[in-house]
Every structure is written in structure tokens, then in C-alpha cells.
């Protein structure tokens, strides 16, 4: 008989070509299916709840397969672990019932964008942060944001690459916080297309340099071509944050899902160690 189960990863994206499996570099997929088939003594196909991209990070990132082997929740995180690289780590593991879908089953998707912001470089942040050495500031970013939030059509926030056959989107969510030379985007979606959310944080970030008013997001936005929006920010700053999931399933919940932890909590966990709980230089 097959059991559908589901499982919590967090990983550092910076070897990565991304989540999905392809031809060319290792990704972040084919590491955890590898190691998941291992345990199983079976081949098994992950899903997952949102596609990173190259060098993009993951708090907790959620997937869910299918197999015919029976295994403790303990010894399917022990035995993962134990054939995954240290920058990829399996958090928990639940069995769940077969109409449970890692994509579709999802409510909504949180990610934070990590900016370090001070005119000198930090050696203990590369590959985990955005470095923006110009000054920002966060209140014009805050004040840029404020129209995205609401359900609209992103196509000028969407890579050309991207294949969702819709642009609308419902953004609950859309905050900047600083502390000292750290800024935090923090964006929760039902949905994001591809490359969303480092659209947005582009375009925030050259409001915050000065380059553009923040009437400039909602203007933006009203065109619909991606043409008009701002450079994509890079991929190191970008985490996918939390996954939010219809409480039956019986999920772990991570505390600071969908910002529950309010503003401070933007800047309780460092990109240096995603998920860890210490403050921000």
C-alpha cells in the first residue's frame, strides 16, 4: 500500500542550480530524492511546495512523497540526513493522508529577503545576503510596498520565463523592517510567480536608494510589463520562509509563520544560520 508523506527541509541554495532536477549542476531535488530513495530501499519522486531558484535559500521548505516503505518518522529524518551534504537537512517528517499535496494543499507562502546594508562588504554574510552598499531608506521601501499588497496582476513582476497560466496573485502581506544594517522584505502570497518576489525586492530597493518615489511601485504595477519595473535583485538574500497549510493535516508550524511574531520577529533569525534565533548585529 502506498503512504504519502511529507516532509520539512531547510537548505543553504548557494551550490545549488535551484530545487528542480535537471540536466548539468546537482540540485537541491535530486539531493533529497537520492537520499529519501536510499531509506525507502526504492525509488521515490518528491514534490514540492514552491521552486527555488539558483542560489536561493530555504527556512522551510515542504515536499511530499509517495512509497511503499514503512519507517518511524525519527528514522526517516535520521536515515535522510545521514545521506544528505551538510547544507541540506531534513527538519521533520509526518505521514499525511493521500489527498494531502505539497503545492495545492498550501494556503499561502511566506519568503524574506535578507538586504546587509553598510558600505563595507561582510565576509560572514556572502552567499547569504544581499549587499547593498548605497544607503537605504526603509521607510520609503515601507511606503513602496503598500500598494503591491492585495490581490493584482503581477506580470511586472514576473520573469519572462515564468510559466503560471495566470498573473493575479493575492499578496496578504508586504513589510520592511530594519535593524541597524540589516533590512528584512518580508512577503506573504497564496502563490508568487517566478521571480516575484526578487522583483519586488528590486524595485523596493531602488526606492529606498533614492532612484525612484514610492508612487513609482503603484505605477508599476498598473503598466503590467516587466519592462518598467527595476533590476532583479539577486538570489542570496531570498529565503523561502514558511509554508501555511490547512490545520488538519497536522503540520508542524513554524512560530513565526506568516509573520506571527509581528515586526521584531523579521530580524530574530540571521541569514548566517536560517532559522536560528539570534539578533542582528
Do not use: K
Not at 514576473?158 to 544594517?181: F, K, T
Not at 533590512?183 to 523596493?204: C, D, K, P, S
Not at 511601485?217 to 535583485?233: F, G, K, Y
Amino acid at each position: 500500500m502506498l503512504i504519502r508523506i511529507a516532509v520539512g527541509l531547510e537548505y543553504d541554495g548557494t551550490a545549488y542550480a535551484g530545487w528542480q532536477t535537471q540536466r548539468g549542476p546537482a540540485s537541491v531535488q535530486e539531493r533529497v530524492t537520492a537520499a529519501f530513495a536510499q531509506v525507502a530501499n526504492e525509488p521515490v519522486e518528491l514534490v514540492c511546495a514552491g521552486r527555488t531558484d539558483a542560489g536561493v535559500h530555504a527556512r522551510e521548505q515542504v515536499a511530499h512523497f509517495d512509497t511503499h516503505a514503512v519507517r518511524s518518522s525519527r528514522g526517516w529524518v535520521l536515515g535522510a540526513n545521514s545521506n544528505l551534504p551538510p547544507d541540506i537537512s531534513v527538519a521533520w517528517v509526518r505521514p499525511v493522508p493521500r489527498h494531502f499535496h505539497a503545492r495545492y494543499s498550501a494556503e499561502a507562502r511566506t519568503y524574506r529577503y535578507f538586504i546587509f546594508n553598510r558600505p563595507v562588504r561582510s565576509a560572514l554574510v556572502a552567499n547569504r545576503a544581499a549587499w547593498i552598499h548605497r544607503p537605504l531608506d526603509h521607510e520609503r521601501m515601507r511606503a513602496g510596498a503598500a500598494p503591491l499588497v492585495g490581490e493584482h496582476d503581477f506580470s511586472a513582476f514576473r520573469s519572462a520565463e515564468c510559466q503560471a497560466r495566470s498573473p493575479i496573485r493575492r499578496l496578504e502581506r508586504l513589510e520592511v523592517e530594519r535593524h541597524g544594517d540589516w533590512i528584512v522584505i518580508e512577503a506573504t502570497a497564496n502563490a508568487f510567480l517566478h521571480h516575484m518576489m526578487r522583483n519586488i525586492a528590486g524595485l523596493l530597493i531602488a526606492i529606498g536608494r533614492g532612484d525612484a518615489p514610492p508612487e513609482w511601485s503603484a505605477e508599476v504595477l498598473a503598466t503590467r510589463d516587466r519592462r518598467q519595473n527595476a533590476a532583479t535583485a539577486p538570489p542570496e538574500g531570498l529565503y523561502l520562509w514558511s509554508v501555511r497549510y490547512p490545520a488538519a493535516f497536522g503540520l508542524p508550524q513554524m512560530q513565526e509563520q506568516g509573520g506571527g511574531a509581528g515586526r521584531s520577529g523579521m530580524i530574530a533569525a540571521l541569514p548566517v544560520a536560517p532559522g536560528s534565533a539570534h539578533p542582528a548585529p
